[in-house]
């Protein structure tokens, strides 16, 4: 009969389970990849929304009742929505200052710091640009502190969690050689955006952003700005306008409709496009769309 | 002899110039920048012009349910306008926040109103962050999670004004006050948060504990009219739960208050006084969809109905007398407000107050009164940014009357600006 209970238990225990709450569909991928069949993720945005905007909704607020850990990108990304959530889940796991509780902005260095940290140059992000994650180069650095988070918060699964990583990372390098190789040819190839939030996978490959539409972070395009943008445009001859999903394309238009300049939607993170629903199929997306002719 | 006189405070001079180097920041031993707290100043001031002067407006209530809810008004020993009070320019005021954690146990969050008429605590509060259970405390003086409006800041609101059942019920700053709130969220797939709070009761339109003195007396010591209230007074409840259909967020709540009323206005041109009990129900609904990150539209409406049971004092200026009577008001009212914004810069609204409901019963005897108070509101706001916002209103007014008991229709445009430096303020949903 002890035996019984004993057998009973024992699976109980050997699929104790984490319910990790993350701010982006990214973070989700990466927390599933190492974290396997020992953690649920609960993602809080949506892949194809501005992920400085994201609706504070109260059945978010449920989600982070129940977490038993949160992590999140960090470097201010979240700065304008995840705070109430916080405040508002009554859950000490989420808090900032909890061991459950990881920024992956510490630990990476962020490119484009500002000099200056004043709002008379837009919305800027003091740390530097947040959008990390579209360096490939950087998503096995974001996956080990995401494996070491699992491992200090569930110790007893720490060697699987380390074996995933290990699997993870040999074959992302694998994608890493392949993307490398089909973007080679663009280095060096002048683009322009709407908002840098490409910074790192144009600096990654050698990609010039000689322009953005927005004057200013966070500040909407002005008839005085698009104008020098379109001056620029002719000037330059950059191969294409780089434009995230979550703007307005009217002003990308307009500007297409004076420069015949090609607009490219580039998906930020899983979700902003239909078919972008893995991390590998993010970048092979990015990348096939400046090299497609 | 000379040269040696001058050669030794040089030489000192250089030996101890090492002392006066500037380190970095980060090899100063006690640097402690890092632990100043978030701080954030907004400013709300507003252009305001009427179809009424601002010494008429003063006088003017809704008859049976407040007085004075528009302008300046005399309250006891202290004077404070409501927010757009006079024709003409207003400052209304400047709203200084400051934030931060404690340890990990506590964040402490105070906000200051600064204004021509002095400063002001708005807020005060520290916030548990380590309860276990879903369960978060809060003590200090703070806005009521009464409702839905409630707990929201002047500069966080649609329009520039209170609805008219919050300003006629509480006035214009709702139910602010000294007290503790403990909140719980359950642990169900579906928002679900229960709140009860237990409040000093000094809201001065509907609650109240001060004892209230007897105009007439001439005895220092005589009784007071009705002695002081055991604070605190007032306690309020509420559910509050939200579903997602979609990109549809449906969020119900209900909410309950109940305390004392020490309503002390023998100051006012009519002196009268009042000392009861008071309940205050409340039900509110927002939907709000949204079509892409930044462009929504939210329908906001709440309800309100309070029981007011206790004496009514009237003191006749003309004689000097004092009459008293049992009494009991009965009144409820909503409004409902709709809000489209276009994209992240353009936003338009329109709303809709009425207060329909003014049963008031004196001895027992049911009082002849007017209902039916209405006002309709309409705005345009633009954001050139997040930190800074400009409203265009309009709002046509036809629930007050004047002292000789005509309804008036009071036309108001209003250009407000708000304007915030400092740290982000992440607001709610």
Not at chain 1, 39 to 59: C, I
Not at chain 1, 93 to 115: C, D, H, R, W, Y
Not at chain 1, 192 to 199: C, E, I, P, S, T
Not at chain 2, 40 to 69: F, M, Q, W
């Amino acid at each position: 009969m002890k035996k019984l209970l004993f057998y009973l238990l024992l699976p109980a225990a050997l699929s104790a389970h984490l319910n990790i709450a993350v701010s982006y569909p990214y973070i989700g991928a990466l927390t599933k990849a190492v974290g396997g069949d020992h953690v649920t993720t609960v993602v809080l945005a949506k892949g194809n929304w501005d992920p400085h905007f994201v609706v504070p909704r109260p059945s978010l607020i449920a989600k982070m009742r129940r977490a038993d850990a949160l992590i999140m990108n960090g470097g201010q990304l979240e700065i304008g929505w995840l705070p109430p959530l916080i405040r508002r889940g009554n859950n000490p796991k989420v808090n900032p200052s909890a061991p459950t509780f990881l920024n992956l902005a510490q630990g990476i260095e962020l490119i484009n710091k500002p000099s200056e940290v004043d709002r008379a140059n837009g919305d800027i992000h003091p740390a530097g640009n947040p959008h990390f994650h579209l360096d490939p180069n950087n998503i096995p650095l974001l996956a080990k502190r995401i494996a070491d988070f699992l491992a200090s918060i569930d110790a007893e699964h720490k060697s699987i969690y380390e074996n995933n990583l290990a699997d993870f990372t040999l074959k992302w390098g694998k994608n890493l050689e392949r993307w490398a190789q089909v973007m080679a040819p663009k280095k060096g190839m002048k683009v322009v955006q709407f908002h840098d939030n490409l910074a790192y996978f144009n600096k990654a490959y050698g990609l010039e952003n000689i322009a953005t539409i927005e004057p200013l972070p966070g500040i909407p395009p002005s008839p005085r700005h698009t104008l020098e943008v379109i001056e620029l445009i002719r000037a330059e001859h950059p191969c294409c306008i780089l434009h995230d999903v979550y703007h307005s394309t009217k002003t990308a238009e307009y500007i297409r409709d004076k420069t015949g300049i090609k607009i490219v939607l580039m998906p930020h993170d899983l979700g902003a496009l239909e078919s972008v629903d893995t991390l590998s199929a993010l970048f092979d997306h990015l990348t096939e769309a400046v090299t497609h002719d | 002899m000379k040269k040696t006189l001058i050669a030794i405070p040089l030489l000192c001079t250089l030996l101890f110039a090492d002392a006066a180097t500037i380190l970095p920041v980060e090899k100063r031993t006690f640097e402690q920048s890092k632990f100043i707290p978030d701080i954030s100043l907004i400013l709300d001031a507003s252009y305001v012009t009427r179809n009424k002067k601002d010494d008429e407006i003063a006088h003017y209530e809704i008859p049976g349910v407040a007085h004075g809810i528009i302008g300046a008004h005399a309250h006891g020993e202290h004077s404070h306008a409501t927010y757009n009070a006079a024709n003409g320019f207003n400052l209304n005021y400047g709203e200084l926040v400051l934030s931060s954690s404690v340890d990990p146990y506590f964040t402490l969050d105070g906000t200051f109103h600064f204004s021509e008429n002095g400063v002001e605590i708005e807020e005060a509060y520290f916030t548990s962050t380590a309860l276990p259970y879903g369960l978060r405390l809060r003590g200090g003086k703070l806005l009521s999670n009464f409702g839905r409006i409630n707990s929201q800041h002047h500069h966080y609101w649609d329009f520039g004004d209170m609805p008219l059942v919050y300003q006629a019920f509480l006035g214009d700053h709702g139910i602010n006050e000294k007290g503790v709130q403990l909140q719980w969220v359950a642990p169900t797939e579906t928002y679900l948060m229960f709140g009860g709070e237990v409040l000093q009761g000094e809201n001065e339109m509907m609650f109240g504990t001060a004892s209230i003195a007897d105009p007439t007396a001439t005895d220092p010591d005589a009784a007071p009219l009705a002695e002081s209230a055991d604070a605190p007074a007032l306690f309020v409840a509420y559910a509050k739960t939200a579903v997602d259909i979609g990109e549809t967020t449906v969020m119900p709540g209900i909410s309950y208050a109940r305390g004392t009323s020490r309503l002390d206005h023998f100051e006012d041109e009519a002196p009268h006084a009042f000392s009861g009990m008071s309940s205050l129900y409340g039900a509110d609904l927002t939907v709000k969809h949204y079509f892409d990150s930044y462009s929504f539209l939210t329908w906001q409406s709440e309800w309100m109905m309070r029981d007011m049971k206790g004496t009514q004092y009237a003191l006749d200026t003309n004689t000097t007398t004092l009459g008293s009577a049992s009494l009991r008001k009965e009144q409820a009212g909503y409004y409902t407000q709709l809000v489209y914004a276009y994209n992240m810069n353009w936003r338009a609204g329109v709303r809709y107050d009425s207060i329909y409901q003014n049963d008031v019963t004196k001895n027992g005897a049911v009082q002849e009164m007017e209902d039916g108070f209405d006002r309709i509101s309409a705005m345009v706001e633009y954001h050139p940014s997040e930190f800074s916002r400009f409203r265009l209103q309009y709002n046509h007014n036809t629930a007050l009357y004047n002292e000789d008991g005509e309804r008036q229709s009071v036309d108001t445009i209003m250009l407000q600006a708000n304007i915030a430096i400092g740290a982000h303020a992440a607001h709610d949903f």
